[in-house]
């Protein structure tokens, strides 16, 4: 069975501290993207990342995909209030075209 | 451009009970994937659907079903309700599929109650 754990699981900082979430497999995976939910709502695609080793930004938020395609980190710079929700880390396995989602981490930013 | 729409919002069940939740997508999307969202769980894979063929399957009973119409309007179907079945039922529309890069545009899920 794949599993993609999130650490923290929980996360709790006060407004203008960086914090970085953590997504790690055994599994390889084709790409990996990175999701925010907010209560009542679906999942927001933040990012897709596609080559080992890659980092994207985009505005305060840092994605690093694994050089092995296995793990992926996301960092925030200066979290604010508008931050606040649960983060998800998704793979795709080559071949299967369904994604396993992570389990997820849920922040809180404090004004 | 609309979003992907879910309805009904809210559902109340009780056990051994049948239930049918639909799912729109974005116009001009013919992908259409159903996830189950539970505080245990997680978000796990139910199925998807292109061109109203089931294209991809999770690891759900044969109790968890769906279909999708020509327009890909899609429904999701489960049989004899039990207590574990209390989730958030997220759709997701793309427009060609679960294939590495494609976006998945989710609506805002169907809460699901089974007493």
């Known amino acids: 069975t794949q599993l993609l754990e999130q650490s923290p699981q929980f996360l709790s900082i006060q407004e203008g501290e960086n914090l970085t979430v953590y997504c790690n497999s055994s599994s390889v995976f084709s790409s990996l993207q990175w999701y925010r939910q907010e209560p009542g709502e679906g999942p927001v695609l933040l990012v897709t990342?596609?080559?080992?080793?890659e980092v994207k930004k985009l505005k305060r938020l840092t994605f690093q995909f694994g050089d092995a395609r296995k793990d992926s980190s996301l960092h925030i710079t200066a979290a604010q209030p508008g931050d606040t929700g649960l983060y998800l880390c998704?793979?795709?396995?080559?071949?299967?075209?369904?994604?396993?989602f992570g389990t997820g981490t849920r922040l809180k930013v404090l004004a | 451009k609309a979003g992907v729409t879910q309805t009904p919002r809210y559902l109340i069940k009780t056990r051994g009970q049948q239930v049918t939740l639909s799912c729109s997508p974005i116009s001009g999307h013919r992908s259409v994937s159903w996830y189950q969202q539970t505080p245990g769980q997680g978000l796990q894979f139910l199925f998807e659907y292109f061109s109203e063929t089931q294209r991809n399957k999770g690891n759900f009973p044969g109790r968890f079903s769906g279909r999708q119409f020509s327009n890909s309007r899609s429904e999701m179907n489960v049989s004899t309700l039990e207590l574990g079945d209390s989730a958030l039922y997220l759709c997701?529309?793309?427009?060609?599929?679960?294939?590495?890069?494609?976006?998945?545009?989710f609506g805002p899920g169907t809460r699901l109650t089974v007493l």
């Open positions: 997701a529309s793309s427009f060609a599929g679960l294939a590495g890069t494609d976006t998945q545009y």
């Open positions: 998704a793979g795709l396995t080559s071949g299967t075209y369904k994604y396993i």
């Open positions: 990342v596609v080559t080992g080793g």
